[in-house]
């Protein structure tokens, strides 16, 4: 149940469409394409006009870290791998390198550490420090096909997914996290690989991470198909 409280934090966090799907309602046969409506704009100003390449969020020092960091997964319980040692991330779709990935095959790659502070749609935030691999590695290494505009993020928490614009995918502080606050990312935060960047809300932010897919097609993903922004900009 979502209290005044709540309604204020997703008005002010994700506007109505959001609003109306938190709320477990999509606003009806009327309400329902302007709602629609509002995202697409929502999300063209937030790719076209607000994102900026270059624009870098604040880093912080280590010492300002938040004492918790709230936990989320869609799953009945929480998402956890059986054998990890089994684990990898596969990277397809329009590229012309297909790669297979272990963990221990992205440690080994250019590492990115930084203490950014954490925005939930719900209205939260938190400092945190995150270690991992830019994204923009990646996609060096598996070169996309000139038709590739965008990045569907699989997870296995109940299939859990979302769509990327390839610009801000390869934003310099878009990265594939392994780990948190000095550890190795725990199952709580996304084990064994999560997707971070401290330009997008954190639904956009793709945890227990499976496969990276680059396609032409604009990808959806688990709260944007139910009335979230699409492009979850902050």
Not at 1 to 25: E, I, Q
Not at 51 to 75: G, K, N, Q, V
Request: net charge positive; charged share 20%.
């Amino acid at each position: 149940m979502t209290d005044r409280r709540d309604f204020l934090k997703l008005v002010a966090g994700a506007g109505a469409a959001s609003l109306a799907a938190a709320c477990n309602w999509d606003g009806g046969d009327v309400l329902r394409p302007k709602l629609l409506a509002l995202s697409r704009v929502n999300d063209w100003v937030g790719e076209n006009i607000l994102f900026s390449p270059t624009r870098l969020a604040r880093t912080y020092d280590a010492a300002e870290r938040s004492r918790t960091f709230p936990t989320y997964f869609i799953s009945p319980a929480m998402p956890f791998l059986k054998d990890p040692g089994a684990w990898r991330l596969r990277v397809d779709g329009l590229v012309q390198q297909r790669l297979l990935l272990s963990l221990g095959d992205l440690m080994r790659m250019p590492r990115v550490s930084y203490t950014v502070k954490h925005h939930c749609v719900e209205g939260w935030t938190a400092l945190a420090t995150w270690h991992g691999v830019p994204v923009s590695t990646i996609v060096a290494r598996c070169q996309p096909l000139a038709t590739a505009r965008y990045i569907r993020f699989t997870s296995f928490d109940s299939d859990y997914f979302n769509g990327w614009d390839l610009a801000s995918a390869l934003h310099p502080q878009t990265i594939l996290a392994y780990g948190m606050n000095d550890h190795a990312l725990s199952p709580g935060h996304g084990a064994p690989l999560r997707l971070y960047s401290p330009t997008k809300l954190g639904y956009k932010l793709t945890k227990y991470l499976v496969s990276m897919t680059f396609t032409d097609k604009r990808p959806g993903g688990y709260w944007e198909d139910q009335g979230y922004p699409w492009f979850g900009g902050i």
